[in-house]
């Protein structure tokens, strides 16, 4: 996700997600898109949503947030293990993508990933 400073900043807006679980500053209303992943037994076990805004400038901004759900209320993998498979997982699901990088960070205290992908057009920060 990237941000600057600039006289375009003043046309942001505050959007707080429909699930409610965190509200994030944006060039504009996002498109949002949001899945539910079931097992084969029809239990829920990851929830995805994706927001997507463009900017004047025709930069993208793009948040994945994914929940995974386990009976117990609690992350079934190790965090590390569960950021770094949906890194790869979203690599995979773009043809002719490639990582250009990617840091450990948190968001909120918890762990999180902030990575970079390229395919022949376009840059994912």
């Not at 942001?12 to 699930?19: A, L, Q, V």
């Not at 995805?48 to 079934?76: A, C, K, M, W």
């Not at 690599?91 to 990582?99: A, M, N, T, V, Y």
């Amino acid at each position: 996700f990237k941000s600057s400073k600039n006289s375009q900043e003043s046309s942001w807006i505050n959007y707080k997600t429909p699930s409610g679980l965190f509200t994030v500053s944006l060039p504009g209303q996002p498109e949002y898109k949001s899945e539910i992943e079931r097992d084969n037994d029809g239990f829920a076990v990851r929830t995805n949503e994706t927001y997507v805004v463009e900017d004047t400038n025709h930069q993208l901004y793009t948040i994945h947030f994914v929940r995974y759900l386990s009976s117990e209320g609690q992350l079934p993998h190790p965090a590390g293990t569960l950021l770094n498979n949906l890194m790869y997982e979203m690599i995979d699901k773009l043809p002719g993508s490639k990582l250009l990088g990617f840091k450990k960070t948190t968001f909120k205290g918890r762990p999180a990933l902030q990575f970079s992908i390229a395919d022949q057009e376009l840059i994912l920060d």
